[in-house]
């Protein structure tokens, strides 16, 4: 196993000597729809697959890798490298590694017409020098999969767009924090759905049908698990309230042969409804509020959780390096009984969570009261910064910690404190052009009372450099 020391001097070798490298966004990937008006700015998505053609969208007489494309056709590319290494991995001494992840990814926009377009995208992922091979997560494999296959049938009319879209797909809404297509880890799920889109400039209304690909194989194509599917509605009113978004939706997931608190087995089937509302206020304030309720069967326990999300941003100054300052508060239900036949620890279903309760991503949004503080500015306009703290505690320590994919990482029902730790964060991101970026990050959890109560107690070090190439 390599050192703490020789590891951090290869990422600085690397930073000073191989300035031109690709990239990464700061830390998080680009939302597919823009919410109206712009939702105020959270620790930004991961970015780094190929990107997605708009519904109809012809770019011909596009040029890519010396060739003049025809009109009709689109060719989408990604290439990602990202080095990390993480320290105080099950918050305990000497555990540690160093390993590099690759992707690559390329795809192709065909548009017979303006009323069709067909996409297909595959996508190679590679995972090198890691030592550990018993903690490698599903998303840490050599993989190579068809990413996305669609067909995307479309009609507009004046300020009006229908649009219906099936095969394998992104699905991503609202603030992402409960259906999305997370792309930090190497090879994260997709969705095999049918999907349709009405839009105007006052709403939109999406509903959907979909079944999650999340069972990863090497070198075979990844597989739904059956009876696991998600059924939606998600709408946007742009004008019902002056100068905000409101977004009201449902989600239905079903799963089949699951356990209950008694040990009993049954299917599940859980509703989650709640709203979104995003806007903006004089003084240059905007704000961001969640509510989200669920109920539903888990075998023969009741469901009842419930999260919500508070954020408050300032825009200090509009000047263009756009400095900002955030608070935001996250909380999640956890179960407070293991034996009454409720199940109150909120699920967090299929988020994009990389960075959202910090980027060490060992909290997610179960079981949780967190609260994060931010400033990001771009000083230059191929800078972005970012720093932030994060304040961890528990909803309940009768339920455990779930990192940010929803897993129990750490459960003792004897602990006296709430208090997970606290987090500080650092991105960076720059550049180069339109097609190559380059960023790096560190974060450290220093375990609190809770943390030292249940594990080991040695703080979690997780620091990345990323590189991207995409057109």
């Not at 690397?14 to 966004?25: D, E, H, M, Q, R």
């Not at 390993?99 to 009323?115: E, M």
């Not at 997709?190 to 006052?202: F, G, V």
Request: glycine share 8%; charged share 20%; aromatic share 14%.
């Amino acid at each position: 196993m390599l050192g703490k020391n020789c590891g951090l001097f290869i990422i600085i070798l690397v930073l000073l000597f191989c300035p031109g490298l690709s990239a990464s966004s700061l830390a998080q990937e680009k939302q597919e729809k823009k919410e109206a008006p712009a939702d105020p700015k959270s620790p930004k998505q991961e970015k780094g697959e190929a990107a997605k053609p708009a519904a109809g969208a012809k770019k011909g007489g596009t040029r890519e890798l010396g060739i003049q494309w025809p009109r009709w056709l689109q060719p989408t590319m990604a290439i990602r490298g990202r080095l990390e290494q993480p320290w105080g991995r099950g918050f305990s001494t000497h555990n540690e590694d160093l390993y590099y992840l690759g992707r690559f990814s390329i795809g192709a926009a065909v548009t017979p017409s303006k009323y069709l377009t067909f996409f297909a995208m595959g996508q190679d992922s590679r995972l090198w020098f890691y030592n550990d091979l018993t903690t490698r997560t599903r998303g840490m494999k050599h993989t190579f999969d068809l990413r996305q296959l669609y067909a995307d049938l479309h009609v507009k009319k004046g300020e009006r767009t229908v649009a219906f879209r099936l095969g394998r797909q992104y699905l991503d809404f609202g603030g992402r924090r409960l259906v999305a297509v997370p792309t930090w880890g190497n090879y994260t799920s997709i969705y095999d759905a049918a999907r349709l889109t009405y839009s105007d400039q006052a709403m939109k209304i999406d509903v959907f049908a979909s079944t999650r690909i999340s069972d990863i194989y090497t070198y075979k194509a990844a597989k739904n698990r059956p009876g696991e599917n998600l059924y939606g509605i998600y709408t946007e009113f742009m004008k019902l309230i002056p100068y905000s978004s409101f977004q009201p939706y449902i989600l239905w997931r079903t799963q089949p042969n699951v356990i209950g608190e008694s040990l009993a087995r049954g299917d599940s089937d859980l509703w989650t409804m709640g709203f979104r509302w995003t806007g903006k206020l004089p003084n240059r304030l905007d704000f961001v509020i969640e509510e989200v309720l669920q109920r539903g069967t888990y075998a023969n326990d009741d469901v009842s959780a419930y999260g919500m999300i508070y954020t408050v941003g300032y825009t200090v100054t509009a000047a263009k390096w756009k400095p900002r300052l955030s608070l935001e508060v996250n909380y999640a239900s956890g179960d407070a009984s293991r034996t009454d036949g409720k199940r109150q620890t909120f699920d967090q279903l299929y988020p994009s969570n990389h960075g959202v309760f910090g980027i060490a991503d060992q909290v997610g949004w179960r079981n949780i009261f967190h609260t994060k503080y931010v400033f990001d500015c771009a000083p230059h306009p191929k800078i972005k910064l970012l720093l932030s703290i994060n304040e961890h505690y528990l909803a309940t320590v009768q339920d455990g910690l779930y990192n940010s994919s929803g897993i129990q990482i750490v459960r003792n029902t004897k602990a006296t404190s709430r208090h997970i730790g606290w987090e500080p964060n650092i991105q960076f991101d720059y550049a180069f052009n339109k097609k190559w970026s380059a960023g790096f990050g560190v974060a450290r959890l220093f375990p609190g009372k809770y943390l030292k109560q249940s594990t080991a107690g040695h703080a979690y070090t997780y620091p990345y450099l990323m590189w991207e190439y995409k057109f």
